[in-house]
């Protein structure tokens, strides 16, 4: 994660005054959990974009990566009790 979540309370003090002290230690525990459920991944290699010829043909994230754009993408974990 790129804040931590004394950061991200900050940030919600900052941009919503009105919201106690509560509620922003609340939003921002909740937005620190959800992080954990979801990986980072390689979107070209995870993809293909590296390997396929039709992939920036037929898909807007690979033409993107053919024009060099930077793409990041997260992917959510899937819980323990559906892991095979």
Same mark, same amino acid.
Do not use: N
């Given at each position: 994660?790129?804040?931590?979540? %004394? ?12 919201? /106690? ?7 921002? /525990? ?21 390997? /396929? ?9 690979? *033409?993107?990566? %053919?024009?060099?754009? !930077?793409? !990041? *993408?997260?992917? !959510?974990?899937?819980?323990? /009790?559906?892991?095979?």
């Amino acid at each position: 994660m790129l804040l931590t979540q %004394e950061e991200i309370k900050t940030i919600l003090q900052k941009t919503l005054p009105k919201l /106690s002290e509560k509620d922003a230690e609340a939003a921002a /525990s909740a937005l620190v959990k959800d992080v954990s459920e979801w990986k980072e991944v390689d979107l070209p290699g995870h993809l293909g974009a590296e390997l /396929s010829v039709q992939c920036r043909d037929i898909c807007a994230l690979g *033409a993107a990566y %053919e024009e060099g754009d !930077r793409i !990041r *993408a997260f992917i !959510r974990k899937k819980p323990a /009790s559906q892991k095979p």
